[in-house]
């Protein structure tokens, strides 16, 4: 394939096994690119890629780097000195950031993008996974596995390509969608964002991309959400269709019935009561759910017929995903890394739970900015647990800050009443967590690091101590 603002016919991916670049790199082999790449680990990830034609190296050297690369894709996570993109420009090659590439891949479809600080892998998947059902075949993008590796993208031969929109580092700018969702607004990325307010800038420039005449679909009970709502509703050429429990929502949440580990919905839709099944816990999967409703009934999807796929969704990796159960505890594993996402997931767990079990975390903080600037929001969240382990703070892209380390999460928690406890060794959890667990808990693995590695762990421990009783 060929692109006329960014030659994609032999692109190599640095950090190719990265959840937005794997994707990007499955649809363009998909449609005939000579993709390349390199990764810093295995995985099953690099794994499905090379099943599928690509060239995939371990670790970084500027000889990765292929004598007929067409272009370098990078994500803002690689750095100036990495020795592929050190190579690449020496050498001319032109540099495309991912979100260019996806803006690119997206090009003559009817977009939809999925933006918001929180929610949006879950309401890509949803709408992902619903208008397969439907029989549209969706091309789609997301920042999460729905079920196997290399999930997370999908050429489709259909007209609608669903994107996850990543506000982060502004990249969803790129993006010029004739349908947008935006779930919340609230602060994060610290180290890009220095107020609310270039927030709220900044989701005005990805809500004045909408095409003419698109429609943005946006909370009408978040107050953030709120607040860009009357920023832009009135643009010329933009429909805004508010949903939520709210009373003046355009599409009104009237209640969210706990169903175990599903939950019924019921919304007010043009004046009619329609009810249907989200097969995941929690009132925020809910909400999400009704928000791809909405965005699907704007491309022109029959409501009726959305709803009802909407229930074939089953999750996303990492998102509440059950990682299996032994001696009557259950793992499950949680990207939660925001408060407002602590708080949604154990609330949701706390719902599915049943008889007199208990739920216990073990949380390991993402990054040192957010860290410094949430801990007392995220302490307060773990006490929501039963009991909690904190582990050290995964870096992912960052250096040490001086002073922030996890330990300012468990004084926080401490004080918000948490039953909380350090786990400094990394290796040393799974026994921890295995010992701490009895009959009938519910143990969530959280965080967007590799904590969700323990899960396997803790499963075999427990299984050792079901064996010995």
């Given at each position: 394939?060929?692109?006329?603002?960014?030659?994609?016919?032999?692109?190599?991916?640095?950090?190719?096994?990265?959840?937005?670049?794997?994707?990007?790199?499955?649809?363009?082999?998909?449609?005939?690119?000579?993709?390349?790449?390199?990764?810093?680990?295995?995985?099953?990830?690099?794994?499905?890629?090379?099943?599928?034609?690509?060239?995939?190296?371990?670790?970084?050297?500027?000889?990765?780097?292929?004598?007929?690369?067409?272009?370098?894709?990078?994500?803002?996570?690689?750095?100036?000195?990495?020795?592929?993109?050190?190579?690449?420009?020496?050498?001319?090659?032109?540099?495309?950031?991912?979100?260019?590439?996806?803006?690119?891949?997206?090009?003559?479809?009817?977009?939809?993008?999925?933006?918001?600080?929180?929610?949006?892998?879950?309401?890509?998947?949803?709408?992902?996974?619903?208008?397969?059902?439907?029989?549209?075949?969706?091309?789609?993008?997301?920042?999460?596995?729905?079920?196997?590796?290399?999930?997370?993208?999908?050429?489709?031969?259909?007209?609608?390509?669903?994107?996850?929109?990543?506000?982060?580092?502004?990249?969803?700018?790129?993006?010029?969608?004739?349908?947008?969702?935006?779930?919340?607004?609230?602060?994060?990325?610290?180290?890009?964002?220095?107020?609310?307010?270039?927030?709220?800038?900044?989701?005005?420039?990805?809500?004045?991309?909408?095409?003419?005449?698109?429609?943005?679909?946006?909370?009408?009970?978040?107050?953030?959400?709120?607040?860009?709502?009357?920023?832009?509703?009135?643009?010329?050429?933009?429909?805004?269709?508010?949903?939520?429990?709210?009373?003046?929502?355009?599409?009104?949440?009237?209640?969210?019935?706990?169903?175990?580990?599903?939950?019924?919905?019921?919304?007010?839709?043009?004046?009619?009561?329609?009810?249907?099944?989200?097969?995941?816990?929690?009132?925020?999967?809910?909400?999400?759910?009704?928000?791809?409703?909405?965005?699907?009934?704007?491309?022109?999807?029959?409501?009726?017929?959305?709803?009802k796929a909407l229930g074939?969704?089953?999750?996303?990796?990492?998102?509440?995903?059950?990682?299996?159960?032994?001696?009557?505890?259950?793992?499950?594993?949680?990207?939660?890394?925001?408060?407002?996402?602590?708080?949604?997931?154990?609330?949701?767990?706390?719902?599915?739970?049943?008889?007199?079990?208990?739920?216990?975390?073990?949380?390991?903080?993402?990054?040192?900015?957010?860290?410094?600037?949430?801990?007392?929001?995220?302490?307060?969240?773990?006490?929501?647990?039963?009991?909690?382990?904190?582990?050290?703070?995964?870096?992912?892209?960052?250096?040490?800050?001086?002073?922030?380390?996890?330990?300012?999460?468990?004084?926080?928690?401490?004080?918000?009443?948490?039953?909380?406890?350090?786990?400094?060794?990394?290796?040393?959890?799974?026994?921890?967590?295995?010992?701490?667990?009895?009959?009938?808990?519910?143990?969530?693995?959280?965080?967007?690091?590799?904590v969700t590695n323990l899960?396997?762990e803790i499963l075999g421990?427990?299984?050792?101590?079901?064996?010995?009783?």
């Amino acid at each position: 394939m060929n692109d006329a603002a960014h030659d994609l016919h032999a692109p190599h991916f640095i950090g190719i096994g990265g959840a937005g670049m794997s994707g990007l790199a499955k649809i363009l082999a998909v449609r005939g690119a000579d993709v390349s790449g390199s990764d810093s680990k295995e995985s099953e990830t690099v794994l499905a890629l090379r099943a599928l034609g690509a060239t995939v190296h371990v670790g970084h050297a500027a000889e990765h780097v292929p004598d007929g690369a067409s272009s370098i894709v990078v994500s803002s996570a690689i750095r100036a000195d990495n020795p592929e993109l050190v190579a690449a420009r020496e050498r001319g090659i032109p540099v495309v950031h991912r979100s260019d590439a996806l803006a690119a891949l997206m090009g003559g479809r009817r977009a939809l993008a999925v933006a918001g600080t929180h929610g949006k892998t879950t309401t890509t998947s949803m709408l992902a996974v619903a208008l397969g059902e439907l029989g549209l075949d969706p091309s789609y993008a997301i920042g999460g596995d729905l079920d196997a590796p290399g999930s997370n993208a999908q050429h489709g031969t259909g007209e609608i390509f669903v994107a996850e929109a990543d506000e982060s580092d502004r990249s969803f700018h790129k993006y010029a969608p004739e349908v947008a969702i935006v779930l919340n607004v609230e602060l994060d990325h610290h180290a890009n964002y220095a107020s609310i307010d270039e927030i709220y800038e900044s989701f005005e420039t990805f809500v004045g991309r909408i095409t003419p005449g698109g429609t943005l679909v946006v909370s009408a009970d978040h107050d953030g959400a709120r607040e860009l709502t009357s920023r832009v509703a009135a643009r010329e050429g933009l429909n805004v269709v508010t949903v939520g429990a709210a009373e003046d929502a355009d599409l009104r949440v009237l209640s969210v019935v706990a169903r175990g580990m599903t939950s019924e919905v019921t919304v007010l839709l043009d004046g009619a009561e329609l009810t249907f099944t989200v097969s995941v816990p929690g009132r925020h999967y809910a909400h999400n759910a009704v928000a791809a409703l909405a965005a699907g009934v704007a491309l022109g999807v029959p409501a009726a017929d959305l709803a009802k796929a909407l229930g074939a969704y089953t999750g996303v990796r990492r998102r509440l995903q059950l990682k299996g159960e032994a001696a009557g505890v259950q793992v499950i594993d949680s990207y939660a890394h925001h408060p407002t996402e602590m708080t949604a997931d154990l609330e949701a767990i706390r719902e599915g739970l049943e008889g007199e079990g208990r739920v216990l975390v073990v949380f390991q903080p993402h990054l040192f900015s957010r860290t410094q600037q949430l801990a007392e929001e995220m302490g307060q969240s773990l006490a929501l647990a039963d009991a909690s382990v904190v582990l050290d703070i995964y870096p992912a892209r960052e250096d040490p800050i001086p002073g922030v380390t996890s330990e300012l999460i468990i004084d926080a928690a401490r004080r918000a009443g948490a039953d909380v406890t350090a786990e400094h060794d990394f290796a040393a959890a799974p026994a921890l967590l295995a010992g701490l667990a009895r009959p009938g808990d519910l143990l969530l693995t959280m965080g967007a690091g590799d904590v969700t590695n323990l899960g396997p762990e803790i499963l075999g421990h427990l299984a050792n101590v079901a064996s010995k009783v």
